[in-house]
Structure formats: C-alpha cells, structure tokens
C-alpha cells in the first residue's frame, strides 16, 4: 500500500461493491477517498485512522470500519467540496499559462465525469499529447438561465472530476464577465481564468464610419478612467 495506508482498492470494493466508483478512488497522506453512491445522493467517503486530522475537516458521519479505521460519509456540498479540494490539490484550478487547454463548459453539472472519460481516451490513443481541462467553464448568463451560482458550478465540478479520477491539473474558466460584481464573485469560488465581455461598450457604428468620425469617438472615449491616452493606445 502507499502511504502507510493498509486497504487497496479491490480491499474497498469487495466491502462496497458496485456503490464504489473505482476511478475516484485514491490513497493520500494515510487517507482514502472515493465517491460513494448513497441511497438517495452520491456522497464523499473517506476512510482513515480515528485520529487522522483530515477527518475532522470535511462534515460527515463517522462510523467504525474495522481493523483500527473509521469511515466518515459525508455530502457532496459545497464546504466538502472547498475540502476535497485542499487535501487533493490537482482538484484545485491552478493558473493555466498558455499551457494547451479546452474548456468542456458542463452547463449543467452532471457531464464532467463523461468528459473526464472522453479527455482520457483522447489523451492515451495520442502519444505525447497534453491538453489541461477547464471542467468548470461557464457564463453569469448561463448561470442566470441555469439558477446556478459560482459557487455550484465550482462545486459540480470538482465532484465530478473526482468521480471521473482526472489526476492532471484543471482550471476555471469565469466565461463572458460583463461587470467587476461577477469577477469578484469567480474569484471567491475559485476560478483562475477570466474571460472579459465587453460587448456592452462596442461602438457597432464604428465598422462603417469616416476616418474623421472615428477620430472623433476615439478623442470622446473615458480616457481617465481607462488610465490610458490616445497617443498610449496608438504606440
């Protein structure tokens, strides 16, 4: 076993049995994880010595399992989810650089694991290719019509990485920020990639107008609040 931990996988699973699902499974720091299909909802197990600290950290019930461990089962809310992330760091967004990545944008939170599948199976039939996912990838607007908040589409995305046992580093994409409320709000869920819409503030006359008039729109433009000059923006 790795990590002084005693139970392998097919230890767990001939406990479990099909409620396990095998790819979230992994060993870290004395500690086991894997999602749990529960009766009703999907929930997090880990399995640990009684005096493990990481218990202690994510909001679950314990119960003894036997041979000197105890297995806490805990929802899949949004406080386990800001955990998991802590304790399994490639769960985390991290800054992506310009690192080849696609955004998959699971509009709704439940296609993430079949993305973790379908980026696998590309990834392993191309020798020498990288590609970072962005599973968490979505629009104010999107989570306006969605009734979703940061904070969910965060949350369904780790989980569902999790459950797809994605081992690579992720990022977040904040897509189409219209206002700095939205940025702020990204920003405290965890997304690492912004992406600006400025569609509000495009002059659709200016494809068609003189040189003259263009001149005239670029002298009005709010430069003292663009902290810029015009002999700035043509250098």
């Known amino acids: 076993m790795t990590d002084m931990f005693r139970f392998s996988l097919t230890d767990i699973q001939g406990r479990f049995g099909a409620s396990l699902y095998p790819a979230s499974f992994v060993v870290q720091a004395g500690a086991a994880y894997w999602l749990h ?7 997090l197990a880990i399995l640990a010595r009684p005096e493990h600290p990481t218990l202690a950290r994510f909001q679950g019930e314990q119960q003894e399992f036997g041979d000197g461990y105890a297995l806490r089962l805990c929802p899949t809310s949004h406080a386990n989810g800001r955990a998991l992330r802590a304790v399994l760091p490639w769960l985390q967004p991290a800054l992506l650089g310009i690192a080849t990545s696609a955004g998959f944008g699971d509009r709704l939170g439940l296609a993430t694991p079949g993305h973790v599948r379908a980026l696998t199976h590309v990834l392993s039939a191309t020798p020498g290719c990288t590609i970072a996912p962005i599973f968490a990838q979505q629009s104010m607007r999107e989570m306006e019509r969605t009734r979703r908040k940061p904070d969910d589409v965060m949350a369904d995305a780790t989980w569902g990485t999790f459950q797809g046992g994605w081992r690579g580093p992720v990022g977040a994409d904040a897509d189409h920020l ?58």
Request: contains cysteine; hydrophobic residues 40%; glycine residues 6%.
């Open 178 to 235: 219209k206002i700095p409320a939205d940025i702020d709000a990204c920003a405290a869920a965890g997304f690492t990639f912004f992406t600006i819409d400025p569609g509000a503030h495009v002059d659709g006359e200016a494809e068609n107008a003189t040189p003259v008039v263009l001149e005239t729109k670029v002298a009005a433009l709010p430069w003292h609040d663009l902290e810029s000059t015009p002999a700035e923006l043509k250098k």
């Open 37 to 43: 299909k529960g009766k009703a909802d999907k929930q």
